[in-house]
């Protein structure tokens, strides 16, 4: 089954700083990966995916992921932090239920970023 | 214009009571799905539906239906709300069914007493 966890629960930066968001996943073939954030009481965004194109993959808002195979990760970066950053940051993997890399998705337990000034 | 619209966002009822939570879309999307969060933050896909087929998450209790009285609209009906129903319900739509990228609502704060 496919699945992801999110390695930290919360991570706090320092504004400015370097943002790291861990992601491993679990799939039996080639998943599509996603990343959304959710800012206090909105709705999801979705932030960028990766759906076996180049294995680094830009979103929005100056993020990026890379896509690591021998790893089965799919960390989340910025280079520099912002106080709008502040939010919860879900891992997302589509679960193949409609064949291939397609289907419902299957998300993480969320990280919780927190930005000082 | 908001591309995924839900009402209300908060929703206060007790125990017992039946509810509604109505989900519009106006992104020409053919498919919505419902979400839960709960109280941990976790989401959970309750249902995936379009013009052809009603996906439903075999966790879901059949005191949960999905109505769509069409393309744009996916209405969430709850009967007999129970104090674990308290989680925010977010509405989702996509392009094709499993595509992967989707857009959601604000959510709807359901509080059960």
Same mark, same amino acid.
């Given at each position: 089954?496919?699945?992801?966890?999110?390695?930290?629960?919360?991570?706090?930066?320092?504004?400015?700083?370097?943002?790291?968001?861990?992601?491993?996943?679990?799939?039996?073939?080639?998943?599509? *990966?996603?990343?959304?954030?959710?800012?206090?009481?909105?709705?999801?965004?979705? *932030?960028?995916?990766?759906?076996?194109?180049?294995?680094?993959?830009?979103?929005?808002? +100056?993020?990026?992921?890379?896509?690591?195979?021998?790893?089965?990760?799919?960390?989340?970066?910025?280079?520099?932090?912002?106080?709008?950053?502040?939010?919860?940051?879900?891992?997302?993997?589509?679960?193949?239920?409609?064949? +291939?890399?397609? +289907?419902?998705?299957?998300?993480?337990?969320?990280?919780?970023?927190?930005?000082?000034? | 214009?908001?591309?995924?619209?839900?009402?209300?966002? &908060?929703?206060?009822?007790?125990?017992?009571?039946?509810?509604?939570?109505?989900?519009?879309?106006?992104?020409?999307?053919?498919?919505?799905?419902? &979400?839960?969060?709960?109280?941990?933050?976790?989401?959970?896909?309750?249902?995936?539906?379009?013009?052809?087929?009603?996906?439903?998450?075999?966790?879901?209790?059949?005191?949960?239906?999905?109505?769509?009285?069409?393309?744009?609209?996916?209405?969430?009906?709850?009967?007999?709300?129970?104090?674990?129903?308290?989680?925010?319900?977010?509405?989702?739509?996509?392009?094709?069914?499993?595509?992967?990228?989707? &857009?959601?609502?604000?959510?709807?704060?359901?509080?059960?007493?």
């Amino acid at each position: 089954a496919q699945s992801v966890t999110q390695l930290d629960s919360h991570v706090s930066v320092s504004e400015g700083t370097p943002v790291l968001l861990r992601c491993n996943y679990s799939s039996s073939y080639s998943p599509s *990966l996603f990343w959304y954030v959710q800012h206090p009481n909105k709705g999801l965004q979705l *932030l960028l995916k990766y759906t076996s194109a180049a294995t680094l993959v830009k979103g929005i808002n +100056g993020f990026e992921a890379e896509f690591k195979k021998s790893e089965t990760s799919f960390h989340l970066t910025k280079p520099s932090a912002h106080m709008s950053d502040a939010a919860e940051y879900f891992c997302v993997v589509s679960d193949g239920s409609y064949g +291939g890399s397609q +289907g419902n998705l299957i998300f993480g337990k969320g990280t919780k970023l927190s930005v000082k000034p | 214009d908001t591309a995924v619209s839900q009402t209300p966002k &908060y929703l206060v009822t007790q125990m017992g009571n039946d509810k509604s939570i109505k989900c519009e879309q106006n992104l020409g999307h053919d498919t919505m799905y419902w &979400y839960k969060q709960d109280s941990k933050k976790f989401l959970k896909i309750m249902f995936s539906y379009n013009n052809k087929e009603l996906i439903i998450n075999e966790t879901v209790p059949n005191r949960f239906s999905p109505k769509s009285p069409d393309k744009a609209h996916l209405n969430l009906h709850i009967n007999s709300l129970e104090l674990g129903d308290s989680a925010v319900y977010f509405c989702a739509s996509s392009r094709g069914q499993g595509l992967g990228e989707q &857009y959601f609502g604000p959510g709807t704060r359901l509080t059960v007493t």
